[in-house]
């Protein structure tokens, strides 16, 4: 499996033992930075999805028929992820430019701390949790991500609420935390940027990312 996604190293395009239906093999192109190119990420087929789906034991419920959703719905989850890192990204844009996605790492089974307080607290589990690799200025990243399932929303833009922060591997991504925390209250209020004056614009994008 290649590292950097957790995907097969050559793309398994062949159906999957007992595939009763074609499935299609196009692949999307997403809008994410791929780290070390000048390229974007590419979204697997839904061939490939599948083949994954069942080489870990996951395909009891979905046919042939399901991928297709399946894979836009997987794809719009990480073009919703990924505008979420770039809005904490801007934190450091000015000297750093652009930030790319490096890799990334699926942890399903292991709860982050956010996560199991939040459980604790009465709340839902997540259904999935990634760890994203974000490469800035040089250097390497980490984010942790939880995917929250709305059921009473289902079917509808929001019935996803995607949980994105950076790890706490340093005293900056400490740091980054505590601005947000204080450039989205300000944001949420109607009110300028306390440190600057200017309108909340960073604090605005977490807020309001869709």
Known sequence: LDPRNQMPQEPNQQPAPGQQKPI??????????????????????????????????KGEDVTEDDMESVVAVHNDMNEATWRRVKAWEALHAQECGASKLLRFHGRPDELSPLARLRHLLGGPLPFDRHDWYVERCGQ???????????????????????????????????????????????????????????????????????
């Open 140 to 210: 390497e990243v980490r984010y942790i991500i939880d995917f929250y399932f709305n059921e009473d929303k289902a079917g509808t833009p929001e019935q996803f609420d995607i949980e994105v922060r950076p790890a706490l591997d340093s005293f900056e991504s400490a740091l980054d935390r505590a601005k947000m925390f204080i450039y989205a209250e300000f944001a949420r209020r109607g009110m300028p940027c306390p440190i600057s004056g200017a309108p909340g614009e960073v604090g605005a994008q977490v807020v309001d990312c869709p």
């Open 24 to 57: 299609s093999t196009h692949r999307e192109p997403s809008s994410i930075p791929k780290g070390g190119t000048d390229s974007t990420w590419t979204y697997p087929s839904p061939q490939m999805f599948y083949n994954a789906l069942m080489r870990k034991g």
